[in-house]
Structures are given as structure tokens and as C-alpha cells.
């Protein structure tokens, strides 16, 4: 954590970058949700800390696993589902709305970069979206709310697609699951055309998502790390902030 000092001198240096961006990225991950209610996975306390992550492979082998899964969702969903954006999302939108941010590319699984107002063609979910649900056979969206109640009517058995009767999971990317490609390619390309690539509330350790950063960087954008905790990419950064994301970005006009 920097001093009160180091902050105010690291948010006149991230304002100097900001005034110049035209065509910038913004890579987030969960620190930028925590101020919202939503703890993050890694850290002490963490939801992967108490709860074992459910493999792809096992969530479409077994019916148990489907029911845990389906468990744990509307567990989350009793803690967090009241969640609203918070100040660094809040920031992210203004700059979108002002033209000077390109996109917003997330690891979050949340929704609140679009509730926030960042419009669907300038956000990427690279891990997909917690919100609905999609059947995994025929894609079919299905909405929470009718998962819900099949899953209580059911007696906490995970329901079917109501069309193909094929497996329905949260619109996510577990463990073992591909990374969705049209998902990836989008958010390369809006990592190559930046001029400035702000990493937020990332950890930047699951790849091959944290490679972007230096994939900017070698095209010559401006690297902006803004996290609380070290990374092991804060050595090539042009400018590191660990503070408060919230904190800092809600300087930003």
C-alpha cells in the first residue's frame, strides 16, 4: 500500500496518461468488484478458499455436480445479487461515454460493467456472465429465475434445457472449459489498437487472459497496473498504483 503522498503524486501521473488516451483499454478483474460486496476468489477468505472450484468435465458427468453447482449460484446469489456497480466501474463507463476508453475487457463474471452503462460492443467477458444461464447442447438462454424455480420445484436437482432436455449451466467458463474464441479475439484486438492499457484489480496470473497486458505493451501502449497487492508484471508497468481502486479512479473525470 503507497502513502498518502505516493497516492496523490501516482494520480497526477495516471491523470497526465488519461489526458492523452485516445484509445484506451481497461482489463479488469475482481479488485474492482470487492468495494461492491463481491469478495474475490485468491484471496484468504475467498470464495475458491471454502468452496473446491467444480471441473467442466465433472459438471457435465454428474448430476451431483450439476446440483452443487447450481447450489452454490443461488448461494451467491442471496449474498451478492443485490451487488451494485461500484466507483471504479462507475469511472470506467464515463470514460467509455467520453470516447477516450476503447473498451473494457473483464475476467468479472458479475454483470456490473454493463449495469454501470458500458454498452455490449465495448465490453469483452472473457469468463463469460454469472447473470443467465445457457443450455451447453443446444444454446438456448434460460434465465435465472426459471433455473430457480425447476431447481427448488425439483427438490435441488439441476433442471434441463426445457427445449432439449441437454445440460443447463451459468453462462461461465469453469475449469477445463475452452476459452471462448470469438471472446478472445475481440478483446486481442482492441489489446492491439490501445494506446493505453489500464490493468485493473487483476492479480494478472490466469493466462492466457493476463498475457494482454504485455501484448500491449509490445505494441507500444502505455501499461497502467492499478491493484492493491503486487504483480508480477508491475516491473515492465509505466506507472504501478497500489492503493484503493475506487480510491483512485474516482478521481478521474
Not at 469453469?174 to 471472446?183: L, T, V, Y
Request: net charge negative; hydrophobic share 40%; glycine share 10%.
Amino acid at each position: 500500500m503507497v502513502l498518502d503522498d505516493d497516492i496523490k503524486s501516482a494520480r497526477a501521473a495516471l491523470a497526465d496518461i488519461l489526458e492523452d488516451m485516445r484509445a484506451g483499454v481497461a482489463f479488469t478483474g475482481a479488485g474492482i468488484s470487492t468495494e461492491c460486496g463481491i469478495p474475490d476468489f485468491r484471496s484468504p477468505g475467498g470464495l475458491w478458499t471454502r468452496n473446491r472450484p467444480i471441473d467442466f468435465e465433472a459438471f457435465l458427468s454428474s448430476q451431483e455436480m450439476r446440483d452443487e453447482a447450481w447450489r452454490r449460484r443461488f448461494a451467491m446469489e442471496e449474498a451478492f445479487g443485490g451487488a451494485q456497480p461500484g466507483r471504479g466501474h462507475r469511472a470506467l463507463a464515463r470514460m467509455i461515454a467520453q470516447g477516450s476508453l476503447a473498451a473494457v475487457v473483464t475476467q468479472n463474471i458479475d454483470g456490473l460493467h454493463q449495469a454501470s452503462g458500458v454498452p455490449e460492443e465495448r465490453l469483452v467477458e472473457l469468463h463469460g456472465n454469472s447473470t443467465y444461464a445457457t443450455c451447453l447442447a443446444c444454446g438456448l438462454r434460460h434465465e435465472l429465475s426459471w433455473v430457480r424455480t425447476r431447481f427448488d420445484a425439483l427438490g435441488g436437482r439441476a433442471p434441463d434445457c426445457r427445449e432439449c432436455d441437454g445440460p443447463v449451466k451459468t453462462a461461465t467458463i469453469s475449469f477445463g472449459q475452452a476459452m471462448p474464441g470469438e471472446a478472445m479475439a475481440r478483446a486481442r484486438q482492441f489489446t492491439q489498437d490501445c494506446d493505453v492499457f489500464l490493468a485493473i484489480g487483476s492479480s494478472l496470473v490466469v493466462y492466457p487472459a493476463a498475457g494482454f497486458p504485455l501484448e500491449a505493451k509490445r505494441n507500444g501502449a502505455t501499461l497502467v497496473i492499478i491493484n492493491r497487492e503486487p504483480t508480477d508484471l508491475d516491473p515492465v508497468a509505466d506507472l504501478v498504483i497500489h492503493a484503493d481502486i475506487g480510491d483512485i479512479l474516482d478521481e478521474v473525470e
